[in-house]
């Protein structure tokens, strides 16, 4: 364990076998091309299947990962407010969900991805910054951009490569993470990711990630649409 907090403390991620049986994972890709048939929202992805699928449900509320999440964070309890599915790689720039979910005090967030079938590098892996969770906690406004400038346009054109001038100036390699089904990725909040490109557009990549805040915040917010005044949020607990 004093292995595993070391790790997560240097990296800011940690890679562990959440113990779900093998046979589950037919299942659970079936699940979820269901849901993506059904609920996609036009991004390849279906935010909050846990409201529409017990197996989904059960997956983000899973003791273990849970657990671990809180083991990693000082024992703060973990409480999951959201979920990702995902059929394929989203091939996304690099980010820090710090742009999009933040708390007061901050950082209290974590997000755990869990791979539902084998991840390669031909199928547009998760990539990660080792260390990144240590640099600032960037807004647009941190980066020059006028308050309420903040939307999906802008994050896009002008927050995406600026991050990824970060990373330059730095000289850090991201890593690719390769999955096993039913293991478990975890990353701490500042931590820059994002998702590699995709070689062979014939494979899937089911997968879910599942969002916690971390126990002592006592307010949430959305720095990315965030100027003058911060765009508060009220998470809908997944209990």
Sequence with gaps: MKTQQKEFDRDGYLVFDTEIPQSFFSVLCEETDRLISEHDNGRGRVQDAWEMSYMMKQIALLPLIREKVSEMHGGKRADAFQTLNFRVGTEQKFHSDTIHFQSEPANLMAAAWVAFEPTDSDYGPLQVVPGSHLWPTMTMQDFGFPPDSGNYAVYNSCYEPAIQDMINERGVKPVQVHLKPGQCLI??????????????RDRTRRSMVTHYFLGGADSYWTPL???????????????
């Design 187 to 200: 990353w701490a909040a500042n931590l820059l990711h994002g998702g590699s490109p995709i070689v062979d």
């Design 225 to 239: 649409l965030s100027g003058n005044q911060r765009r508060m949020r009220i998470p809908k607990w997944i209990r």
